[in-house]
Every structure is written in structure tokens, then in C-alpha cells.
């Protein structure tokens, strides 16, 4: 079993910047042969959860919401079971709890349905 343990969220005021970093630990044979895309997602109150960014296994093939493009960068270090999501000009509409999927697929999907891991999500406050 994969799991996945999100950090980094917190309180930022209107343009400035937070990295999140996203941990999945288990059994090493379980991570590198079960989760290759992974994702970030948000939900705010009163929302659904939202596609925010994407990579695939290798970290060359990214994808970004269009609200988010030019401001978050997703990566990755496999040798540390690790994804990050920097993320710059940050605004109070980027308020969220933000989380962290991988998928058993090598493609990025922008569906939550599309990935079997979830962390359990670090709340990003943005105050203008």
C-alpha cells in the first residue's frame, strides 16, 4: 500500500509564495511499480476539487490549469518519493486545501477519478 503525506500549506498574504511538498512512503517495490503520474489538486468551500497541476513518471511531460500557469511549477525527485509544487503571485483565490494524487497510469489526467492515491490535503490561505 502507497501512501501520500502532504506539507508545506499555511497563511501567505496576496503575491507571495509557499512550496508544497508531497511525500508517498510504503513499501519502496509497492511506489515505484504502482504510482507514476502524479497530481495536485484544490478544493475551496462550496467547491469541487479542481485540477491544479500534473507530472508524469519522469518529470518531462508537465500540465497546468490554465489559472495556475505561469505561477505554480510541479516537479519531482523519485529518488526521494517526492513531488513539489512551488508555487509564486500567489492570490486569495488560490485558497485551498490542496492535494496530493498519484496514479497507476505513466499519463496525466485532470480528472480526480483517474488517480487511486490521495494524500490528506495542507490548507493554502492566501490574505489580500
Known amino acids: 500500500q502507497v501512501q501520500l503525506v502532504e506539507s508545506g500549506g499555511g497563511l501567505v498574504q496576496d503575491g507571495g509564495s509557499l512550496r508544497l511538498s508531497c511525500v508517498a512512503s510504503?513499501?519502496?517495490?509497492?511506489?515505484?511499480?504502482?504510482?507514476?503520474?502524479m497530481g495536485w489538486f484544490r478544493q475551496a468551500p462550496g467547491k469541487e476539487r479542481e485540477f491544479v497541476a500534473g507530472?508524469?513518471?519522469?518529470?518531462?511531460?508537465?500540465s497546468y490549469a490554465d489559472s495556475v500557469k505561469g505561477r505554480f511549477t510541479i516537479s519531482r525527485d523519485n529518488a526521494k518519493n517526492t513531488v513539489y509544487l512551488q508555487m509564486n503571485t500567489l492570490k486569495p483565490g488560490d485558497t485551498a486545501v490542496y492535494y496530493c494524487?498519484?496514479?497507476?497510469?505513466?499519463?496525466?489526467?485532470?480528472?480526480?477519478?483517474?488517480?487511486?492515491?490521495w494524500g490528506q490535503g495542507t490548507q493554502v490561505t492566501v490574505s489580500s
Open positions: 494524487a498519484g496514479g497507476t497510469i505513466n499519463n496525466i489526467y485532470v480528472r480526480p477519478e483517474d488517480y487511486q492515491y
Open positions: 510504503g513499501r519502496t517495490s509497492s511506489i515505484h511499480n504502482s504510482v507514476y503520474a
Open positions: 507530472t508524469n513518471w519522469s518529470g518531462r511531460s508537465t
